[in-house]
């Protein structure tokens, strides 16, 4: 990406493609709003500092709109793509992690995120580009005995994390 490829992008966009793209980013709508309202971005560097300033507003409702547009780490790849058609390439490279995981961790993976569903009522979110899979279910077992409230914080750490990288293939993806 060019220092001004994704300002340039996101500035040039129609208002409806530009709504489409920076959902594609993160789902809270309060966000994509925010990020709407400080268009045009000029360069690169402003995306980026819009998008951290933004997301540090975010209420808690809007972290939790964020984190239900997420499938489950290692989910079913068919449902992956039915609920998340948009960002399905993304989350798959994102969760490439997973891909070589044995049976046992898989199976950890899918047991531990219904466990994490359980006690914090949405679904685990980490930032998975560059993990395995067994990085990722050591992650989700320590997380899984947070405060609530401090697990919802690192979530919303993570979504940021997530958002920034997304941003970033805005110019390198359809």
């Known amino acids: 990406m060019s220092a001004g490829a994704l300002a340039a992008h996101l500035d040039g966009l ?7 793209a920076l959902q594609r980013c993160c789902g809270a709508t309060r966000w994509v709003e925010g990020m709407l309202a400080r268009r045009p ?10 998008a951290d300033a ?22 079913n790849l068919a449902r992956l793509r039915e609920r998340f058609a948009s960002t399905s390439g993304w989350a798959s490279s994102e ?9 046992a961790t898989l199976a950890a993976l ?7 569903r359980e006690r ?7 930032c998975a580009t560059g993990k395995s899979a067994a990085q990722m279910l050591a992650l989700l077992r320590q997380r899984l005995d947070n405060p609530p ?8 750490a993570e979504q940021a994390q997530i958002t920034r990288l997304r941003l970033a293939k805005l110019t390198a993806s359809p």
């Open 120 to 126: 914090f009522g949405y679904t685990f979110v980490v």
């Open 14 to 20: 129609a208002p409806a493609e530009a709504r489409a």
């Open 110 to 116: 899918r047991d531990g995120n219904v466990a994490y």
């Open 149 to 156: 409230d401090r697990e919802l914080a690192i979530a919303a």
């Open 54 to 75: 933004v997301w540090a507003q975010a209420s808690d409702a809007d972290v939790l709109e964020a984190l239900a547009h997420h499938p489950a780490i290692g989910e």
């Open 95 to 103: 969760q490439a992690g997973v891909g070589g995981a044995d049976e």
């Open 41 to 50: 971005f000029g360069d690169d560097a402003a995306v980026m500092a819009a």
